[in-house]
């Protein structure tokens, strides 16, 4: 079956999913998690991305970040980089990444706290721990307790809309982290979300997806206009 086309945009935001190939382990002790969050940075500096929320699982990452470059050469940089390590590291052979990396569009106006909250939540669904706090691989306890996660952070746009006035700002994420929704879709997207079915590469509304593929539309037909293309096999040199 062939793979569905990537949307690209430019100056988006994402939730990005990469996992171990059949699910296998992609971490197997601290120093591995480090390194991964190394990669990370160094991949932030050269290609410039605002990393929002973020969560490391045993078999696989979960990354909310915006990026004003291309994603699948972040992604492949960094994704690469790790592999290589795992690979020196264990004497792993064969596939590492399961196909390539999963990458949902995601609404700034009204989707980044609820992806945050799925991303941050993932070990206690995972039944890893019992309290977040005790988890050193996500970026919860930078929201929540203003501690450093071994990564720089973007404060996520939406953060500060939590605090209605209130001065307990992190006590308010916390709960609101906290909070218990109702299932998750069988993508394994929170059900709160209204995920847009345009090739299943949205998590906003209707009208912001619609409109992100109109202007694409719109840009492809400009470019049409005018005079066509020379076809180089049909160009004939005047030679006089």
Same mark, same amino acid.
């Given at each position: 079956?062939?793979?569905?086309?990537?949307?690209k945009?430019?100056s988006?935001?994402?939730h990005?999913?990469?996992?171990?190939?059949?699910?296998?382990?992609?971490?197997l002790?601290r120093?591995? =998690?480090? &390194?991964y969050?190394?990669?990370?940075?160094?991949y932030?500096?050269?290609?410039?991305f605002?990393?929002?929320n973020? !969560?490391?699982m045993? *078999?696989? !990452?979960?990354?909310?970040l915006?990026a004003d470059?291309d994603l %699948?050469?972040?992604?492949?940089? +960094?994704?690469?980089?790790y592999?290589? =390590?795992?690979k020196r590291k =264990? *004497?792993h052979?064969g596939?590492?990444? &399961?196909?390539?990396?999963?990458?949902y569009?995601?609404?700034?106006? %009204?989707y980044?706290l609820? !992806?945050?909250?799925?991303?941050?939540?993932n070990?206690?669904?995972?039944n890893?721990?019992n309290?977040?706090?005790? =988890?050193?691989y996500? %970026?919860? @306890?930078?929201?929540?307790?203003?501690e450093?996660?071994?990564?720089?952070?973007?404060t996520?746009?939406?953060?500060?809309?939590?605090? @209605?006035g209130?001065?307990?700002?992190?006590? !308010?994420?916390?709960?609101?982290?906290?909070?218990?929704k109702?299932?998750y879709?069988?993508?394994?997207l929170?059900?709160d979300i209204d995920?847009n079915?345009i090739?299943?590469?949205? +998590?906003?509304?209707?009208?912001?997806?619609q409109?992100?593929?109109?202007?694409?539309?719109t840009?492809?037909i400009?470019?049409?206009?005018?005079?066509p293309?020379k076809?180089?096999?049909?160009?004939?040199?005047?030679?006089?």
């Amino acid at each position: 079956m062939p793979r569905i086309a990537r949307i690209k945009f430019d100056s988006l935001t994402y939730h990005i999913i990469s996992r171990g190939n059949n699910k296998m382990n992609i971490f197997l002790d601290r120093a591995d =998690y480090q &390194q991964y969050l190394k990669i990370l940075n160094k991949y932030n500096k050269k290609y410039i991305f605002y990393l929002y929320n973020f !969560v490391l699982m045993p *078999n696989h !990452v979960h990354l909310l970040l915006k990026a004003d470059t291309d994603l %699948s050469r972040i992604m492949h940089g +960094i994704n690469l980089s790790y592999a290589q =390590y795992f690979k020196r590291k =264990y *004497n792993h052979v064969g596939h590492f990444w &399961q196909d390539r990396f999963k990458s949902y569009i995601v609404e700034d106006d %009204s989707y980044l706290l609820t !992806v945050a909250r799925y991303i941050e939540r993932n070990p206690l669904r995972a039944n890893l721990i019992n309290n977040l706090h005790g =988890y050193d691989y996500s %970026s919860y @306890n930078f929201y929540a307790y203003g501690e450093n996660c071994g990564i720089e952070i973007t404060t996520n746009p939406l953060y500060f809309t939590l605090s @209605n006035g209130t001065t307990e700002l992190k006590k !308010v994420y916390q709960n609101f982290i906290s909070e218990q929704k109702p299932g998750y879709l069988s993508n394994g997207l929170p059900i709160d979300i209204d995920i847009n079915i345009i090739k299943a590469q949205f +998590i906003s509304s209707h009208k912001f997806a619609q409109q992100l593929i109109e202007s694409r539309f719109t840009k492809r037909i400009r470019r049409r206009l005018g005079r066509p293309r020379k076809n180089k096999e049909n160009f004939i040199p005047n030679l006089l």
